[in-house]
């Protein structure tokens, strides 16, 4: 046996219909949908794209150590999110989920410095594609080696004496 659903519109009452038509002439600025409008434009706020859009800016406040290490990802690594954030950041507008669209725009951004640091750093090194790249110059400290003799100063006879025979 099949059943069909019917569409909402079919089980919604000519009695309800009135009174959804009453509350949309009495609030204009609240659409039928529960959304918002604002400036004549209507907005609806989702708890999916709250939750989405908090974890998009949890995830960008990630990205500010990796801005500020002086250790960075491979090329092919950041060039690929940059990629992702872009493409999933116009989606995300054009699903009217606008915060977290704000939110993948912001990782966009922070991932765009993090490929734009990766660049600078890399040089002609190819291997950059595939490795991380180490963005801090070297600081001369390389040189020195660890076969150097440090001069340890000889213990004082009386010391010695003393420590063994407590």
């Keep these: 046996m099949i059943v069909a659903a019917r569409p909402a519109s079919v089980l919604v009452s000519p009695r309800g219909q009135v009174a959804a038509a009453v509350r949309r002439a009495e609030h204009p600025h609240v659409p039928s949908d529960g ?59 054009s699903l009217g989920l606008w915060l977290t669209a704000a939110g993948a725009a912001l990782q966009f951004v922070l991932w765009g410095i993090v490929l734009a640091q990766t660049l600078a750093a890399r040089g002609s090194a190819r291997d950059a594609l595939a490795q991380p790249v180490d963005t801090m110059p070297p600081l001369g400290f390389e040189a020195f080696e660890a076969s150097v003799a440090v001069e340890v100063p000889a213990s004082v006879p009386g010391e010695t004496e003393r420590a063994s025979a407590g």
């Design 35 to 93: 959304g918002v409008t604002i400036a004549g434009v209507s907005a609806q706020m989702s708890w999916q794209d709250l939750v989405l859009a908090v974890g998009g800016f949890v995830i960008a406040a990630g990205i500010i150590p990796t801005i500020m290490s002086r250790v960075k990802p491979a090329l092919m690594t950041s060039a690929t999110i940059v990629v992702v954030l872009g493409v999933s950041t116009v989606a995300f507008a």
